[in-house]
């Protein structure tokens, strides 16, 4: 059987660039959600999924942290993927046949001083990869696509002008997951990402921090946000460099569990060589 990995999305989505770049030996699996590609994972018909959880641009990617705790999957890589946008048409078409281009919400107004210096009006698609399908099909050299090289491969679009994001640090960062944890020591460089909702005893998220500051563990994020449908239920995640074997993340982790209701490793993974 072919090792796959899922993704969210269709072929030539910067999720499939991730798996092509992360995962060149897996056959990349296109799933219409979240949910959908996570399934894929636990069903057993895709051994890997990519999920995006975060971008330099537009933040945290909506759903995912709250999907993952309860994904029963475990996070087993982390990886970084350059968003290179590119403006992609139909085969013989030229820069100054455009009037329309066609993307995702998120990526047209990174395109914005492009768009306006050539005069070309932005228009909505579902996604990216999707808009890269529709301009091929439409064969109206008039219209283009905000994409990937890979959604132009794919489509058999022509490349029209390459890299014309307004700002050269988007990034996207992916986590992926399987269905087993690896808790091997893969590297010097380590992270543990872990979900946890503090007790309810008056400073008790302060405290709970401050083994971490105490046994020199460094925590490169923390986000809060509501669960349960309640503003007074909030849930953080957590990312800190280091193995749970190391005898200062271990001490760490045993005072905030001292100061929490619920504590749950999501998985610990090397730290991908952009971090260093």
């Known amino acids: 059987m072919t090792a796959r990995i899922a993704f969210q999305g269709e072929p030539g989505a910067y999720s499939h660039q991730a798996c092509h770049a992360a995962r060149p030996g897996l056959e990349a699996l296109p799933c219409a959600t979240f949910e959908e590609a996570?399934?894929?994972v636990r069903e057993g018909r895709a051994d890997q999924a990519m999920l995006p959880v975060e971008n330099t641009t537009y933040g945290r990617v909506a759903d995912i942290h709250r999907l993952l705790p309860e994904s029963g999957l475990h996070i087993v890589d982390e990886a970084f993927v350059r968003v290179h946008i590119n403006l992609l048409a139909v085969p013989g078409a030229t820069l100054a046949d455009i009037k329309e281009a066609h993307s995702h919400?998120?990526?047209?107004?990174?395109c914005a001083r492009f768009l306006r210096e050539q005069g070309i009006a932005g228009r909505v698609s579902p996604d990216n990869a999707r808009a890269a399908r529709d301009v091929a099909a439409?064969?109206?050299k008039s219209k283009a696509a905000l994409a990937s090289?890979?959604?132009?491969?794919?489509y058999g679009l022509d490349v029209l002008a390459r890299h014309i994001e307004d700002h050269?640090?988007?990034t996207t960062r992916f986590l992926i997951m399987s269905r087993e944890p690896d808790l091997t020591r893969r590297g010097d460089h380590m992270m543990t990402?872990?979900?946890f909702r503090v007790r309810n005893i008056p400073a008790a998220l302060y405290k709970a921090m401050g083994g971490f500051a105490t046994n020199g563990v460094n925590m490169t994020k923390l986000e809060s946000y509501m669960v349960d449908g309640s503003f007074t239920a909030t849930q953080f995640y957590a990312d800190i460099e280091g193995h749970p074997d190391d005898a200062n993340v271990r001490l760490a982790l045993?005072?905030?569990e001292y100061f929490t209701s619920y504590l749950k490793v999501l998985g610990t993974y090397p730290a991908a060589s952009?971090?260093?």
Not at 105 to 110: D, E, H, I, K, S
Not at 149 to 154: S, T
């Open 149 to 154: 090289e890979l959604a132009g491969e794919i």
């Open 138 to 140: 439409w064969g109206d």
């Open 38 to 40: 996570i399934e894929a």
């Open 168 to 170: 050269d640090t988007n």
């Open 105 to 110: 919400l998120v990526l047209l107004p990174q």
């Open 274 to 276: 952009v971090r260093d």
């Open 254 to 256: 045993e005072e905030l």
């Open 193 to 195: 990402t872990f979900v």
